[in-house]
């Protein structure tokens, strides 16, 4: 039997922002079928941290695999910079290597400490979100900042990565700004379901080579 366990934040634990439509973990347990099972972990809310200190410690000891979507919240809470004064160009990229540093230290304390349960484990990034132009270009280049420190954890480790960048590609996949609709979820389940078995999705599959 295939036990999917969920840690993260609320693009897993989006039930408040679809109900009465069916929620991520609906949508996969969905997909699985009997006898697959899925368990919820991630809390809306929840920063890279909480993973670690609080998530990892209720991981169910028959689970057969790790998903994580983690990360969106860490880099909310740097958001201020974007709206700060800088003297310079550089000035204002080093004020965000710095956060980039900070969510690195904690992503990969995380990673190292899910590694250490030795189960199948994929990772996502962080999707590009709903805002509206001009705020949109400015959310996505910073967020590529930490988006490149998931898919090198990613990618040095073996571990597998869901980009959701290239999932939640419509409008109609957000509920809000920042929080996956039912349609945007059902791609997701949909992604992860194709990680657990194997199998090949409609998009094509890329090989990393390290």
Same mark, same amino acid.
């Given at each position: ?12 634990d989006?039930?408040?922002?679809? *109900?009465?439509?069916p929620?991520v973990?609906?949508? !996969? ?9 899925v368990? !919820?972990l991630a ?47 550089a000035e ?8 980039? *540093? ?19 484990? %994929? ?18 280049? %910073?967020?590529?900042?930490f ?8 990618? *040095? ?54």
């Amino acid at each position: 039997m295939k036990h999917v366990v969920l840690l993260g934040d609320s693009i897993f634990d989006n039930r408040v922002y679809v *109900s009465p439509g069916p929620d991520v973990r609906q949508q !996969l347990q969905a997909r699985l079928g009997v006898p697959g099972k899925v368990t !919820l972990l991630a809390v809306d809310g929840h920063v890279t941290t909480d993973v670690r200190m609080r998530q990892l410690q209720h991981v169910p000891a028959d689970a057969t695999h790790l998903v994580i979507s983690v990360g969106g919240n860490d880099a909310l809470g740097h958001a201020s910079i974007l709206g700060e004064r800088a003297g310079s160009v550089a000035e204002a990229v080093e004020r965000l290597a710095q956060a980039q *540093s900070t969510f690195a230290a904690a992503y990969s304390a995380m990673i190292d400490a899910v590694r250490q349960l030795g189960l199948p484990t %994929a990772v996502c990034t962080i999707y590009d979100a709903n805002y509206p132009q001009p705020q949109r270009r400015l959310v996505v280049t %910073a967020l590529a900042l930490f988006n490149d420190v998931i898919t090198r954890a990613a990618f *040095s480790r073996g571990l597998s990565l869901i980009d959701l960048r290239l999932i939640c590609d419509e409008p109609s996949d957000y509920a809000n700004p920042i929080e996956p609709s039912s349609r945007g979820g059902d791609k997701i389940a949909a992604a992860m379901a194709a990680m657990v078995r194997g199998s090949v999705t409609e998009r094509p599959a890329s090989f990393v080579w390290v």
